[in-house]
Nanobody, 124 residues
């Protein structure tokens, strides 16, 4: 069974940090670009970050630039999203998705595999 599983979400105070993980089973992540998306209550899902298949290209939404870092460890078949200086507006369900080889777009139709999401809540 091909699936992605996110972990690492939780409740954190403003200014705190979390590291999300996206692990694959049934296939190898190094064949795909990996994107992180998030959906806040009452809002549409948006692209947050992406890393190309080779790992040479990374992309960030303006709202997270300088605070979030995406990385991949192909030996562990896992992609990470390090989130620092978290803000209440970062509160959302975070999803990882695999698809394509580059990070030209966050268009969801380009990502064929999706995880179930992990909740991140930033609150004092």
């Amino acid at each position: 069974q091909l699936q992605l599983v996110e972990s690492g979400g939780g409740l954190v105070q403003p200014g705190g940090s979390l590291r999300l993980s996206c692990a694959a089973s049934g296939f190898t992540l190094d064949s795909y670009a990996i994107g992180w998306f998030r959906q806040a209550p009452g809002k549409e899902r948006e692209g947050v970050s992406c890393i190309s298949r080779s790992g040479s290209t990374t992309k960030y939404a303006d709202s997270v630039k300088g605070r979030f870092t995406i990385s991949r460890d192909n030996a562990k078949n896992t992609v990470y999203l390090q989130m620092n200086s978290l803000k209440p507006e970062d509160t959302a369900i975070y999803y990882c998705a695999a698809g394509g080889v580059s990070c030209l777009t966050y268009a969801e139709r380009n990502y064929g595999y999706w995880g179930q999401g992990t909740q991140v809540t930033v609150s004092s």
